[in-house]
RNA sequence: GGUACCGUGGCCGAGUGGCUAGGCUGAGGUCUGCAAAACCUCCUACAGCAGUUCGAAUCUGCUCGGUACCUCCA
């Protein structure tokens, strides 16, 4: 049996998965800071982890998944005036914290289920565990590992590193960390600059604000995914997702922060995903370059050529290995496209095929089985399995889909007879295509032709292009036809005479 | 400046000592009333230089180019 391997940034190597807690998986993906509208660059992570959780669900895990939502927000620049960044915006667009937060985080599950990616089973907010943030910063103040000025509180990067390796997630070193020439206000209060805040004093005007034992204040960044995952999936657990962007200093001081009060390292497996990028460039927002997912549905962006459909976008990144970058263009998102298409077709096709068996009145056919063929579909199957248990490869896996592309459409065409697999070849065939495609993969039918009354149309159109074609009456038939694709709809003659028609 | 990573055919992207991804595009063909689709065939690449090896895109060194993180960032 394959057994799953997955790449742990910590150690740098991919590594055998065991879970901490036998049949169980515990898994935390930093989510999203809902001051603003999601982009492309933050479908990677949910719909990589998404898959993530997908494939571990299909192993027969039961599988806590908890995705935070960041609604607490955070200092613009550490040190600076806390100029909370939704309460800012708040004052600019005349609304409520909350307001602003609710009408992202809706916005966000909405992009989300465009997407097909399933809900995580707990999505805590910041704002809801106050409390438990600030329990944190207590214990780790009791443990002499922070300390108090002003107001806030100061993780001592130092002292953790006399004892601790931080730094090691991220390739730090705390020498370097220390000598960094960059000067930022208010750095004063901090006893070395490596040193990052657990909890900031709140200047008046800060609107977001908690009562704490050092006074009232908001909690720094780091905190909220140390206590949350703490709180729902215990002093260790299993997997911590996230991007690449996040390694430092965000998960290195979830580290350090969890080591203090639980006397143990948090996290067994760190996955991180890595950038999508435009023009070579990272797609973030001190970039400038961002393309929002309303946008990217929509069309409405300079930089597109067209709008994309989300199981498009889903699709072009599962073509991808999650630890390599993903350059966005829209040559590359309409290859995507039209691949996607084509591996769907095929996969409905598959679906209305019968069984191996031949027609009872074709015995004398003798059916015969290529055993060539059917040795290389069985290979191309089951190195599903050993594909994506290589590290999430699931621009492998594709690639084997699209080799038995060809194979489904000529049985399909009936150029290859279906008796050619073996029955148990072909029910492997049928069973881990939908299993993959469907269930791991989550992808979906982009076109939305589920439509009763469509349907009665379409087959009475057919019909009558049908009885056209037979009379050679041409005109009318292709009247049919090229009204029906200027409405978007093709129609496709098919090599039995049937007719199959899909909308663009 | 420090620390990593990357450079693959027209484009996007797997791979990482010998076999050869895959998608899109392009060319030719089969099929078809015509289309479209499908199917078949072709386009054989790994930044440059030097080295290790029987053999390197894959290992080592250097050069060039690019990116990320060091600050909010998915």
């Not at 910590?10 to 901490?20: A, H, V």
């Not at 998944?65 to 600076?80: K, L, P, Q, S």
């Not at 994309?308 to 290995?321: E, S």
Request: glycine share 8%; charged share 25%; hydrophobic share 35%.
């Amino acid at each position: 049996m394959n057994e799953l391997k997955i790449y742990n940034s910590y150690s740098r190597k991919k590594e055998t998965f065991t879970p901490i807690t036998p049949g169980h998986v515990g898994m935390y993906v930093c989510g999203p800071t809902v001051s603003g509208e999601s982009h492309l660059g933050h479908a990677r992570p949910y719909i990589t982890f998404d898959v993530v959780y997908r494939y571990l669900m299909h192993l027969g895990y039961k599988v806590r998944y908890v995705r935070n939502i960041t609604d607490a927000g955070h200092f613009e620049e550490e040190g600076r005036e806390a100029e909370d960044k939704i309460s800012k915006k708040a004052v600019l667009e005349k609304l409520e914290p909350m307001e602003l937060v609710q009408k992202y985080t809706n916005l966000y599950h909405w992009a989300m289920a465009q997407f097909n990616t399933l809900p995580p089973t707990i999505e805590p907010t910041a704002t809801g565990h106050i409390i438990e943030q600030i329990g944190m910063i207590e214990e780790i103040i009791n443990a002499g590992f922070a300390y108090v000025v002003n107001g806030s509180v100061y993780f001592d990067v130092k002292k953790y590193a006399a004892s601790y390796d931080y730094g090691k997630l991220s390739g730090r070193v705390l020498d370097d960390l220390l000598e960094t020439t960059r000067e930022l206000d208010g750095q004063e209060e901090k006893r070395d600059r490596a040193d990052f805040a657990l909890w900031k004093s709140a200047a008046p005007e800060h609107i977001m604000r908690w009562k704490s034992p050092w006074g009232v204040g908001f909690p720094g960044w780091h905190i909220e995914c140390s206590a949350m995952a703490t709180k729902y999936l215990g002093k260790q657990f299993d997997i911590h997702g996230g991007g690449m962007d996040l390694l430092f200093p965000h998960h290195e001081s979830e580290i350090a922060q969890s080591t203090i009060c639980n006397h143990v390292a948090p996290v067994r497996y760190w996955i991180h995903n890595n950038m999508i990028t435009i023009g070579g460039k990272k797609m973030g927002k001190s970039y400038n370059n961002v393309i929002k997912l309303t946008e990217l549905f929509s069309g409405m962006h300079p930089l597109l050529a067209k709008a994309y459909h989300p199981m498009v976008i889903r699709f072009f990144i599962l073509q991808t290995h999650y630890r390599s970058t993903l350059d966005f263009s829209n040559e590359a998102l309409q290859a995507s496209e039209k691949g996607l298409k084509r591996l769907w077709e095929s996969y409905e096709n598959l679906g209305k095929l019968g069984t191996g068996s031949q027609p009872a009145g074709q015995a004398s056919m003798e059916p015969k089985e290529d055993e060539e063929l059917d040795k290389k579909v069985k290979t191309l199957v089951n190195e599903f399995d050993e594909f994506i248990n290589d590290d999430f490869n699931t621009a492998k896996v594709l690639a084997n889909m699209f080799e038995l592309v060809p194979v489904i459409n000529s049985m399909k065409d009936k150029s290859i007879p279906v008796a050619a697999l073996s029955k148990e070849t072909f029910v492997l065939l049928k069973q881990q295509m939908k299993i993959y495609i469907e269930d791991i993969f989550g992808l979906k039918n982009v076109s939305e032709a589920d439509n009763a009354k469509l349907k009665g149309v379409m087959d009475l159109l057919i019909d009558i292009r049908k009885e056209a074609k037979s009379k050679k009456d041409f005109a009318t038939s292709d009247k049919i036809r090229n009204q029906l694709q200027g409405l978007g709809i093709s129609l496709k003659d098919e090599k039995d005479g049937g007719m199959n028609w899909t909308i663009e």
